[in-house]
């Protein structure tokens, strides 16, 4: 067993971040009611240090500054230290987050605040060096013995500041969706596009899934095939790159470059699950092959290392991973030297190095390599006199041989915490790769996992845990769980018409508005009111990597008041996209899932309602087909829920296509049932 110089009180807790800090030098504690009372009570400044187990930059700062007995003197005597994992405590870190966004300009992770003893922040900083987090804590500890005036007036300002940052006005004007000049704001978010790479005219390069299915479906639905191109380029270079696992499958978080070639090789849960989705409908829009491979690929990644007996799926992999020395370095785990390659690939090198650009374009540093491609399976099968078949089989072959190399040297470490939003998104992930490719073991691991959260997160009083960890719930769930695991549930509903995931996402639905919604806003919080008030209580709207819990919410209203006829979650919908449409206008790309509502209300939203004893057959084959527009009802008996009522007829299976409950009269052939569909 191995001893340990030192051990702090997060030695007591579950989560892998917190956990990899317990031997640190540095007296750290979690955040908890305690640990905000003992500052209050010594009148003693605060250290919160905020990150996540998958960080590289976090491992980078531990090591040079919270595992040094120096850096460990100095917070020890003066503060009282708290980590923090971003992703138990979402709340805690976008309120810190902001505060270091308003003080320095950009904000990311390690974030690392100083603030009073109750809570305020008075100083911000991302990644220090050792010498400057000293020199940081020396001053602001300096002016909080001599002139504590100074920090009392800098907090409170920042505090309104703060508080300022999300503030949500309700939208009283009328709207008309269907005239908004979307046309207008394609066209200038397409002047800021790469049309080389794909992807944004900048690096770092983070592949936003929100941003391309909304692209997709608006280049779909309206016939715009220069749009529909550049998307395609996107997810194609995207595929091609670095940034995805050539040989084990599962994309890291985001490339470094322009050309997706080099990422922070950590694998995130949520990026993962929703780019399953995003391929799946490309596929189911293209046909593409590449498309296919990459959802196949990226779940046998999720099957084999992001998911537990349970069914329930881990948080990450690590960037990092120990070299021979013991020392913990990024990307070691994924690539290779050309010397490494020409031993293991023997005769196949040549072919190898010319699809995975093992030469001046594909070079990462200290004559390691990234794997990317840059040309398809069709050209380099010409371009070598290869037929296809044979190439396919290589390639099988060089990345078995590879993957059983690379798992011979250090794995990445996990981050084996669940979190209830993020397998929400993965449930989806896998309905999605169902409806696209027909395989029953997707159904099934989303059914494994939605049971998995209805046994395990869900609470007798309708509330949802947010995190789980060896056989453990804890922490109050966030907006972020209820909009997730509600839309997996509906699309659980869709596949498989079992009214049992209708019903609880209805049931969560009402415990939101219940516990977070704000009738004079319009808007629902981040957190519940069952829980310990912060500095502000936020409402969260803007899209990012993850769209923003109020627009998941804002869509999942607008399905279920459909399945549901209810005025008030329609109406709710409506008021929601209301009151972000200006900023929506101004800044497309952090509101590309609010689009996608938008989108509902600008063109033809279908109810595909199949009744009959064949119903689930028809809508698999339905489903084969691209249709962002609709939601599917069904049953093989009797039911009397809403959208279904008095359409059974004995013996027969019959497909009505609905808009706003007016239906076309009711057909019995899938490919009549599209034609409806314009």
Same mark, same amino acid.
């Given at each position: 067993?191995?001893?340990?110089?030192?051990?702090?009180?997060?030695?007591?807790?579950?989560?892998? @971040?917190?956990?990899?800090?317990?031997?640190?030098?540095?007296?750290?504690?979690?955040?908890?009611?305690?640990?905000?009372?003992?500052?209050?009570?010594?009148?003693?400044?605060?250290?919160?240090?905020? =990150?996540?187990?998958?960080?590289?930059? /976090?491992?980078?700062?531990?090591?040079?500054?919270?595992?040094?007995?120096?850096?460990?003197?100095?917070?020890?005597?003066?503060?009282?230290?708290?980590?923090?994992?971003?992703?138990?405590?979402?709340?805690?870190?976008?309120?810190?987050?902001?505060?270091?966004?308003?003080?320095?300009?950009?904000?990311?992770?390690?974030?690392?605040?100083?603030?009073?003893?109750?809570?305020?922040?008075?100083?911000?900083?991302?990644?220090?060096?050792?010498?400057?987090?000293?020199?940081?804590?020396?001053?602001?500890?300096?002016?909080?013995?001599?002139?504590?005036?100074?920090?009392?007036?800098?907090?409170?300002?920042?505090?309104?500041?703060?508080?300022?940052?999300?503030?949500?006005?309700?939208?009283?004007?009328?709207?008309?969706?269907?005239?908004?000049?979307?046309?207008?704001?394609? #066209?200038?978010?397409?002047?800021?596009?790469?049309?080389?790479?794909?992807?944004?005219?900048?690096?770092? #390069?983070?592949?936003?899934?929100?941003?391309?299915?909304?692209?997709?479906?608006?280049?779909?639905?309206?016939?715009?095939?220069?749009?529909?191109?550049?998307?395609?380029?996107?997810?194609?270079?995207?595929?091609?790159?670095?940034?995805?696992?050539?040989?084990?499958?599962?994309?890291?978080?985001?490339?470094?470059?322009?050309?997706?070639?080099?990422?922070?090789?950590?694998?995130?849960? @949520?990026?993962?699950?929703? %780019?399953?989705?995003?391929?799946?409908?490309?596929?189911?829009?293209? #046909?593409?092959?590449?498309?296919?491979?990459?959802?196949?690929?990226?779940?046998?990644?999720?099957?084999?290392?992001?998911?537990?007996?349970? =069914?329930?799926?881990?948080?990450?992999?690590?960037?990092?991973?120990?070299?021979?020395?013991?020392?913990?370095?990024?990307?070691?785990?994924?690539?290779?030297?050309?010397?490494?390659?020409?031993?293991?690939?023997?005769?196949?090198?040549?072919?190898?190095?010319?699809?995975?650009?093992?030469?001046?374009?594909?070079?990462?540093?200290?004559?390691?390599?990234?794997?990317?491609?840059?040309?398809?399976?069709?050209?380099?099968?010409?371009?070598?006199?290869?037929?296809?078949?044979?190439?396919?089989?290589?390639?099988?072959?060089?990345?078995?041989?590879?993957?059983?190399?690379?798992?011979?040297?250090?794995?990445?470490?996990?981050?084996?915490?669940?979190?209830?939003?993020?397998? =929400?998104?993965?449930?989806?992930?896998?309905?999605?790769?169902?409806?696209? %490719?027909?395989?029953?073991?997707?159904?099934?691991?989303?059914?494994?996992?939605?049971?998995?959260?209805?046994?395990?997160?869900?609470?007798?009083? =309708?509330?949802?845990?947010?995190?789980?960890?060896?056989?453990?719930?804890?922490?109050?769930?966030?907006?972020?769980?209820?909009?997730?695991?509600?839309?997996?549930?509906?699309?659980?509903?869709?596949?498989?018409?079992?009214?049992?995931? %209708?019903?609880?996402?209805?049931?969560?639905?009402?415990?939101?508005?219940?516990?977070?919604?704000?009738?004079?806003?319009?808007?629902?919080?981040?957190?519940?009111?069952?829980?310990?008030?912060?500095?502000?209580?936020?409402?969260?709207?803007?899209?990012?990597?993850?769209?923003?819990?109020?627009?998941?919410?804002?869509?999942?209203?607008?399905?279920?008041?459909?399945?549901?006829?209810?005025?008030?979650?329609?109406?709710?919908?409506?008021?929601?996209?209301?009151?972000?449409?200006?900023?929506?206008?101004?800044?497309?790309?952090?509101?590309?899932?609010?689009?996608?509502?938008?989108?509902?209300?600008?063109?033809?939203?279908?109810?595909?309602?199949?009744?009959?004893?064949?119903?689930?057959?028809?809508?698999?084959?339905?489903?084969?087909?691209?249709?962002?527009?609709?939601?599917?009802?069904?049953?093989?008996?009797?039911?009397?829920?809403?959208?279904?009522?008095?359409?059974?007829?004995?013996?027969?299976?019959?497909?009505?296509? /609905?808009?706003?409950?007016? /239906?076309?009269?009711?057909? #019995?052939?899938?490919?009549?049932? %599209?034609?409806?569909?314009?």
């Amino acid at each position: 067993m191995q001893e340990h110089l030192y051990t702090n009180e997060l030695i007591n807790e579950t989560s892998p @971040y917190l956990l990899q800090h317990a031997h640190n030098p540095v007296d750290w504690r979690a955040w908890n009611a305690a640990t905000l009372e003992k500052a209050k009570t010594e009148n003693k400044l605060m250290v919160i240090s905020i =990150g996540y187990a998958a960080c590289h930059w /976090c491992h980078v700062m531990e090591h040079e500054s919270f595992e040094d007995s120096i850096v460990a003197s100095v917070m020890n005597k003066n503060f009282i230290s708290v980590k923090v994992d971003r992703e138990e405590r979402p709340d805690v870190d976008q309120i810190y987050i902001n505060a270091v966004q308003l003080m320095t300009g950009s904000a990311g992770w390690p974030l690392n605040v100083i603030t009073l003893p109750d809570g305020r922040p008075v100083f911000g900083a991302t990644y220090m060096k050792k010498e400057q987090w000293i020199d940081a804590l020396e001053q602001v500890q300096n002016i909080y013995t001599s002139e504590p005036e100074r920090l009392e007036a800098y907090a409170t300002q920042l505090e309104e500041g703060i508080k300022s940052m999300d503030l949500i006005t309700l939208n009283t004007n009328d709207v008309d969706f269907s005239s908004y000049p979307i046309h207008e704001i394609i #066209k200038t978010w397409q002047e800021n596009t790469d049309t080389l790479y794909g992807g944004p005219k900048r690096a770092p #390069k983070f592949m936003m899934p929100s941003n391309y299915q909304y692209l997709l479906r608006h280049a779909t639905q309206n016939k715009d095939q220069k749009l529909l191109d550049n998307v395609l380029l996107t997810l194609d270079k995207m595929a091609y790159g670095g940034i995805y696992d050539q040989i084990g499958g599962g994309f890291s978080r985001y490339s470094v470059d322009i050309k997706w070639h080099v990422p922070h090789f950590e694998k995130m849960l @949520y990026d993962n699950a929703q %780019l399953v989705s995003l391929y799946s409908d490309a596929y189911l829009a293209t #046909k593409k092959p590449l498309y296919k491979d990459i959802v196949t690929e990226t779940l046998e990644f999720v099957a084999a290392e992001l998911t537990n007996n349970e =069914g329930a799926f881990y948080s990450s992999l690590d960037a990092d991973s120990k070299t021979e020395s013991g020392e913990l370095e990024e990307g070691t785990y994924y690539t290779y030297t050309q010397e490494e390659l020409k031993g293991l690939l023997k005769d196949d090198y040549p072919l190898f190095e010319s699809y995975y650009n093992v030469n001046d374009f594909g070079k990462w540093e200290n004559n390691l390599y990234v794997l990317i491609r840059t040309k398809s399976d069709e050209e380099i099968a010409e371009e070598f006199s290869v037929a296809t078949e044979t190439l396919q089989k290589k390639k099988l072959k060089w990345k078995q041989t590879l993957l059983d190399y690379r798992n011979e040297r250090p794995r990445p470490r996990l981050d084996d915490k669940t979190l209830t939003s993020w397998n =929400g998104l993965m449930i989806k992930g896998y309905v999605d790769a169902y409806k696209a %490719l027909g395989s029953p073991k997707y159904l099934e691991a989303a059914l494994k996992n939605a049971r998995f959260i209805s046994e395990n997160q869900l609470q007798k009083s =309708g509330a949802l845990y947010h995190t789980y960890k060896d056989g453990k719930s804890t922490i109050n769930g966030y907006l972020e769980d209820y909009s997730a695991v509600i839309e997996a549930y509906i699309a659980l509903y869709e596949v498989t018409l079992d009214q049992q995931w %209708l019903d609880t996402a209805k049931n969560l639905t009402e415990y939101s508005f219940e516990h977070f919604f704000d009738e004079e806003k319009g808007m629902f919080y981040f957190t519940s009111k069952e829980d310990a008030a912060l500095m502000t209580r936020t409402f969260e709207y803007r899209d990012n990597v993850i769209p923003a819990s109020n627009s998941m919410m804002a869509k999942n209203l607008f399905k279920l008041s459909h399945y549901f006829d209810s005025p008030r979650f329609g109406e709710t919908a409506q008021q929601m996209l209301k009151n972000v449409e200006k900023e929506m206008q101004q800044y497309p790309t952090g509101f590309s899932n609010w689009l996608d509502l938008l989108a509902n209300y600008q063109s033809k939203f279908y109810e595909v309602v199949v009744v009959g004893p064949e119903a689930s057959e028809k809508i698999n084959e339905i489903n084969k087909t691209y249709i962002p527009n609709k939601l599917v009802a069904g049953s093989t008996t009797k039911d009397d829920a809403y959208l279904l009522e008095g359409r059974y007829i004995e013996g027969q299976t019959l497909i009505y296509v /609905c808009v706003n409950n007016t /239906c076309k009269l009711p057909v #019995k052939e899938v490919s009549a049932a %599209l034609k409806l569909i314009q």
